[in-house]
């Protein structure tokens, strides 16, 4: 073997000792140019001048250069014979080089699927190891390529792999977690009603090897039908009580005196997927009852049971087992027993006080999930000391942990407690925590805040320690709760602290923001007070106005003009200032000092004070702009894989269990959020957009209910544009705004085209929950896949990423009208619907025909008709190019690469005409099984001295000729 690969090992070498990146892409690309001669040369002679050896060694040689990262476009049908081959070495390579250099909607995969589909039938004693090798080959290849196509043609034969008595274990395994993957891919692929029962004859299989692949395969299948598979759970806890009670177990299946952890975690995570599997037994049946009392018992055994080992390994596994317990008994929540959940506290308790920081880890984590479960938050409270320890450990992944457990267990009674440790250990914080340390602190002093003065000296401190972490909102929100409290002296109180805090010209710029504010609004509640009157005030802010960015000089501006005012020793300081900003770069600066300097000379003395006076109080909100932003950086901490993180949901419902208590809590502090968009300005943009959806536009025509934001007014013209473009064009960007751009590309084979579309985030924050909905209309048969969760629950776009959507499409009727594609997601706590439609139009399957004039003139009397033929005259844009030469050159451009007509020279009568042919295919059947297709003609004629066209089309189906004038008019207006 070792001489027979001497070729490929030379190569491999002569790569390795290149000097220079230059030397290495010249040695592949002489490599390359060998073997792409060496290949042609073989389909010269028929495919017999190649040897089994020749040919495997230079697959061998393209699959390495492919895998150091230069492109291979080539040699496919080399792949496709040692594919095909009956020789086990060579079949092996042609299917390693088959999964890597594919990619799902390669064409060359028709070529490969009768050949895939041959492995896996192929029958016979399962003892022979040949069999074993071809299925194995074929259900590898499938799982890695996992194009739709290959998924829709070969899942059959994958299942029934898997369901077989006959195929060995090793098989079973490689069946069920193929069929995984092509699950996860294509979710709607397995009817869970139907499937059931084949999963519990499975799950009956002792083979341990054989349950955990199939465990693998029914958590993928769950997740996405989880009352299919419902009534399995007694299957999966019989499993769980013969290796957790009975230990019985396989000795190859042993791990460390442990019997198969894998396969007890994975039972565990399945029964994850159930929460009310343990709701009162009282009008169960007596198996019900049954099972339920034997998962408890499993559940307690391993709780009583699970302790600390001298091996390592035996530990890991062990506490793997346990934690998933108690992340069950976390699930079950109220249902599950009360014992349960206390002696799950007790165990996490005495967890997170040992050395090992992995094991401290995962209790914090556990225990801060166990803590929001309702009654849990008087035992959790026992630990705080130990947590707060935690929050000073080496490992920041522990202090992160331990952040999230106390900003559970924080309430009213420990708050300021909790609150001034966290301010304490943000000194000595790593920038890695800071922000999210920032972020919580706010959040609970403003929740718990008995006293809404210790509230603003808390964020005060925050700014002073970590400044640079503060984000905008939180500043904001201190805004906004001292101008919603005019009662008291809260905003005397905040106005003299802030100017204090200022006084110092090493100040940090957003201690300086909040100033300006609270001082412009509330400056003279303190005015009165030693060393803060107005001029005070002023000197006091404007020694800052050479350290400070663009953005706090506009609130600075903004203040003074309020202080002059107020103050008459405050003008002559204030007018200079706004004089040498009228011409100031910042345009925000400059339209502010201009507007505030000429405002008393246009204005009387009454309007100026109006216009100057302190703002009213902001609009309540029932949920804080910071517990929203919070929440949108836990959702993107969600697992990205096709099986569903069952946390995610139980977050969301605790969440909403307790923004209802925290807006019972704020109404009585007077904590309320502000509205950040005013309701006048949704009802006014959805009045336009109900307007413009009456319009005829490429959008899809549907109401949308009254708090969704639609697509833009303004957005709505240059829509229509890419739109019509992409009819023509093979990609392009189809809708763009600030915050999402839809990118299309297109291509056509006869009645088939695949279509793909990429949704781009260009906002500053996550997309979530966003989702695509697509029509399936009568004549178009569409097949989609896409990036997990876009076509089902909704999926993240993280910020500057993607989410794809691949379609196949056939069509099976001639049609006039594009399908409607619905795009919807949540930005910034707004929901977003955007109803668009794709640019599949008819002339996407047009094939051109290039007829003799003769023949061109013949067809075309021979349609001459009313129903047949459609007609449009129409005047040229008046910003269009007048019609000449150059102009009708556009115009046969048009009809030859936009419609896809064949040009028919000679049957023109002058020269402003332009005449096509075409043949409409479709994937429908006649009677004698041929494909339906329709003829189609058009004519376009130019009047350059009235300066308009004429598009005439005639075809033997009525829609035919109106979607292709359609089309064509579109196009020519663009031209």
């Known amino acids: 073997m070792a001489s027979q690969a001497r070729g490929l090992q030379n190569f491999i070498s002569d790569l390795r000792n290149a000097k220079s990146k230059e030397e290495e892409a010249n040695r592949v690309e002489k490599e390359l140019a060998n073997i792409r001669k060496k290949f042609t040369e073989s389909v010269s002679k028929g495919g017999t001048s190649l040897s089994s050896y020749q040919r495997k060694k230079y697959v061998w040689k393209l699959v390495y250069i492919y895998v150091l990262g230069y492109d291979v476009d080539f040699g496919h049908s080399e792949i496709v014979s040692l594919v095909s081959s009956n020789k086990f070495s060579e079949k092996q390579v042609g299917y390693v080089a088959l999964s890597l250099l594919l990619r799902a909607g390669d064409a060359m995969l028709t070529m490969v699927i009768s050949s895939v589909r041959r492995d896996l039938t192929v029958t016979g004693p399962s003892s022979i190891p040949e069999i074993d090798a071809a299925h194995s080959l074929a259900l590898c290849c499938i799982a890695n390529v996992s194009g739709l196509e290959l998924i829709q ?159 390592i390994n035996k530990s890991n596994a062990d506490h793997a087992i346990l934690f998933e317990a108690v992340n ?106 800071r922000e999210e340390m920032v972020l919580k602190i706010a959040i609970l002093a403003e929740k718990y805040a008995t006293d809404l003065r210790w509230y603003v000296d808390t964020i005060l401190k925050l700014i002073a320690i970590a400044g640079d972490f503060v984000s905008d909102s939180i500043w904001h929100r201190v805004v906004q709760i001292v101008t919603n409290h005019p009662q008291g002296d809260l905003q005397a109180y905040a106005a003299g602290t802030l100017l204090v805090a ?100 246009a204005f009387s003395l009454e309007a100026v004070e109006d216009l100057l006076r302190e703002m009213p109080p902001f609009e309540d909100k029932r949920q804080s702009a910071l517990e929203k932003r919070l929440q949108e950086k836990d959702s993107q901490e969600g697992t990205q894989s096709g099986d569903k993180n069952v946390w995610t949901a139980a977050r969301d419902d ?46 899809a025509n549907a109401p949308e209910p009254d708090n969704v934001i639609g697509i833009p007014k303004e957005v709505i013209p240059a829509m229509r544009k890419a739109f019509s473009n992409l009819c023509t064009s093979s990609s392009g960007v189809l809708f763009e705004n600030q915050l999402l751009q839809v990118g299309l590309k297109h291509e056509y084979n006869g009645c088939q085209g695949k279509v793909q ?9 996550s997309l979530t929950n966003f989702k695509c909905d697509v029509d399936q209309p009568g004549h178009l048969e569409l097949k989609m896949q896409g990036t997990p969760g876009l076509l089902e629950s909704g999926c993240i776009v993280a910020v500057r990423s993607q989410a794809k959507l691949l379609i196949l499409v056939e069509v099976k009727a001639p049609f006039d ?42 067809r075309w009397k021979s349609l001459d008709g009313q129903e047949r033929e459609c007609q449009e005259v129409f005047k040229a844009s008046q910003n269009s190019t007048p019609i000449d030469e150059e102009c009708m050159l556009r115009i046969a451009r048009i009809v030859t690469e936009g419609l896809k007509f064949g040009r028919c020279q000679g049957c023109d009568p002058t020269p402003w005409t332009v005449s096509g042919a075409a043949t409409f295919r479709t994937g429908a059947k006649d009677s004698n099984g041929n494909n339906i297709n329709v003829g189609c003609l058009v004519r376009v004629e130019a009047n350059p001295q009235a300066g308009a066209y004429r598009v ?13 004038k359609n089309v064509a008019i579109v196009s020519i207006k663009l031209a």
């Open 153 to 311: 043609t070969l899942h059959v034969e994958v299942q029934r792999l898997l369901i077989s008595p006959d195929t060995s274990p090793c098989i079973k395994k490689k069946a069920a977690l193929c069929l995984l993957r092509l699950v996860r891919t294509s979710p709607e692929l397995i009817p869970g009603k139907e499937f059931a029962p084949r999963i519990a004859t499975l799950l009956q299989d002792r083979h341990l090897g054989i349950l955990t692949s199939v465990m693998s395969l029914l958590i993928g299948l769950a997740t996405q039908h989880e009352k299919a598979y419902e009534g399995l759970i007694p299957y999966v806890v019989h499993i769980l009580g013969m290796l957790v009670l009975k230990k019985a177990c396989a000795r190859e299946y042993l791990y460390y005196r442990t019997p198969n952890p894998w396969l007890q975690i994975k039972l565990i995570k399945f029964l994850q997927l159930y929460p009310n599997a343990v709701c009162s037994t009282g009008s169960a049946s007596e198996g019900n009852k049954q099972y339920l009392a034997q998962l408890l018992s499993i559940v307690s055994k391993i709780l009583s049971e699970t302790d600390v080992s001298d091996s």
């Open 328 to 433: 069950l008994i976390i699930i079950w929540g109220r249902n599950g027993p009360s014992n349960l959940r206390e002696g799950a506290m007790r165990l996490l308790g005495k967890f997170i006080s040992v050395r090992e920081p992995n094991i401290r880890y995962l209790g914090l984590m556990t225990m801060s999930r166990l803590a929001q479960l309702e009654g849990s938050a008087d035992s959790v409270k026992k630990y705080q000391a130990t947590v707060l320890v935690s929050l000073k450990d080496a490992d920041v992944s522990v202090r992160r942990r331990a952040l999230d457990l106390l900003f559970v267990m924080c309430d009213t009674d420990n708050a300021e407690r909790i609150v001034d440790e966290l301010v304490t250990n943000l000194t000595v914080a790593d920038a890695a925590i």
């Open 502 to 601: 200022v006084g110092p010209r090493r100040s940090h710029e957003t201690a300086v923001r909040v100033a300006a504010y609270i001082l412009g609004e509330f400056g003279f509640l303190i005015a009165e007070r030693p060393g803060m009157s107005g001029e005070d005030q002023f000197r006091i802010l404007h020694q800052h106005w050479t350290t400070v960015g663009p953005t706090t000089r506009a609130i600075l501006i903004s203040t003074y003009a309020k202080l002059a005012n107020l103050y008459e020793e405050c003008r002559p300081l204030v007018a200079p200032v706004l004089a040498r900003n009228r011409n100031s770069v910042d345009v925000e600066i400059q339209q502010r000092s201009s507007e505030y300097a000429a405002m008393r000379e």
């Open 654 to 699: 605790t969440t909403k269990q307790k923004a209802a208590a925290n807006g019972q809590h704020n109404a009585s502090n007077g904590l309320q959020a502000v509205e950040e968009e005013q309701e006048d300005e949704h009802d006014e943009q959805e009045a336009e957009e109900d307007e413009e959806k009456n319009s005829e536009s490429p959008t």
């Open 757 to 765: 579309v990429f949704f781009g985030n260009l906002s500053g924050s």
């Open 817 to 858: 009208d594009a399908p409607a594609m619905r795009i919807s997601f949540e930005s910034d706590g707004e929901r977003h619907v955007y109803p668009l439609r794709l640019p599949i139009v008819a002339t996407c399957f047009m094939d051109p025909l290039v007829l003799d004039a003769g023949a061109f003139m013949q």
């Open 952 to 964: 005439t089309t005639r075809t033997l189906h009525p829609i035919c000729s109106r979607a292709v």
